[in-house]
Structures are given as C-alpha cells and as structure tokens.
C-alpha cells in the first residue's frame, strides 16, 4: 500500500476483555514500532521488530501487552485483561533504512477506549 | 523529570507570524533531532531531520540544534492556517533500532 495502515481505526471494549491491533506497514520496509499516545501526551515506546524478531521490548509496560510479526510484514499487538489506562491511541510506524531508521512513517493509529 | 521537555501550549499566532518552538533533554547520546507535525486524527510525519548540532532549512521551516545547552529549535515562517497542529520534537542516540524519544508535543494554531 502506499502508506502504513492500522486496523481497526476505532476500538471500544470493556474492561477485562482482549483486544488485537493491526498493523501492516509500508511494503518492504524491514523495521516496525508500536508507540502509544495518551490523550495530551507524546509518543511512548512500546515495542520494536526488525524482520520478524523483537530485539526491544522495553517499553511494553506490563506482561498484558504482547506482539509479534509475520512474514516480515503485518504485525499484531494484543492486549489481554484490557484496564481502563489502556485508553490511548496506537501508533505503528515503520521504516526501510536500517542505518537512518529513525525516518519512520506512521500510520494513523487505532483509538481504544476501555470502558 | 522527563528526558525530552516541551511545552504543551497552545501557541496562537496570527497568519503570516513566525512560529518559534523548542525543545530541551537532558540525555547527551542523543545525536539524531527530529520534528514531526501531527494533525488531529493523524499519525505523525517527518517535517525535519538533523544530525547533530547546527541548522537546517527547508522551505519555510528551519531546524537548529545546540547540544552544548541540549536545546533544538523549529522556526516556521511566514505560518499558514494549514500549520495549525501538533508538532513533537523527537531525538535518539542513533543506534540501529534504537527507539524514538519524543517531546509532549506543542499545539499550534494559526488564525486567519
């Protein structure tokens, strides 16, 4: 495609319930983030993959929150027992340039709100 | 305290003003300065790129960074309403894969 899509781009849910996030990035780029944005904050780190392995984890902010990516392409983040400071967007960026990988081009992000 | 400040605004200008906003952190890795414009319901996107201290121009935005006081800077000139936005201040240290520090942002409008 011709930018970084997120699916779906509004998710309601109830607390204590699982959610997946979707993310396809841009076609061939090897590198995809996941960052989220709380209402009136910046963006914070959650997780990285280049290819389909992880090396950066580290700002998923507890073991509710996990990710992976297929084929070096769509990537899923799943957040189990969803609590109400779940509610943010989530932003996928993704990037082709593993020297200057900080070009990142992000999608418009999937806004979940936990009821 | 945060590793990258930025003040929230918002900053309202008239159309035509300069539009000044800065950035300041506190970690000195950081090498590489970015600012992204967000747009309400938008995903961020790249307006200026910068490796290591000095300035950069690009159309009517110009880009400055001084490490000796670990400070950036983002000048838009000659502000349109379509400038109205969000815009993060962003940095790493460089590594490959090395993650994104960002700033909270600064809302801007631009009244006509």
């Known amino acids: 495609g011709a930018g970084v899509s997120q699916s779906p781009s509004n998710k309601v849910t109830e607390k204590g319930k699982d959610v997946e996030l979707r993310c396809d990035p841009i076609s061939g780029h090897t590198a995809l983030y996941w960052y989220r944005q709380s209402l009136g904050q910046g963006l914070e780190f959650l997780i990285y993959?280049?290819?389909?392995?992880?090396?950066?984890k580290s700002g998923l902010p507890s073991d509710r929150f996990s990710a992976e990516r297929t084929g070096g392409s769509v990537s899923t983040l799943t957040i189990q027992r969803t609590q109400q400071e779940d509610s943010a967007v989530y932003l996928c960026?993704?990037?082709?340039?593993?020297?200057?990988?900080?070009?990142?081009?992000f999608g418009s992000g999937t806004q979940l709100s936990v009821l | 305290q945060k590793e990258v400040e930025q003040d929230p605004g918002p900053l309202s200008v008239p159309e035509g003003a300069i539009v000044s906003l800065n950035c300041t952190y506190s970690n000195s890795a950081f090498q590489y300065f970015m600012w992204y414009r967000q747009y309400s319901r938008k995903g961020p996107e790249l307006l200026m790129y910068?490796?290591?201290?000095g300035n950069k121009e690009d159309g009517r935005f110009t880009a400055q960074v001084d490490k000796s006081s670990k400070y950036i800077s983002l000048f838009i000139r000659d502000s349109q309403p379509s400038d109205s936005a969000t815009y993060l201040c962003a940095m790493s240290a460089g590594a490959a894969g090395n993650k994104l520090t960002f700033g909270g942002g600064t809302r801007v409008l631009v009244k006509p």
């Open positions: 910068t490796y290591s201290s």
């Open positions: 960026a993704s990037s082709s340039d593993r020297v200057r990988h900080e070009k990142l081009f």
């Open positions: 993959f280049q290819g389909n392995s992880a090396p950066d």
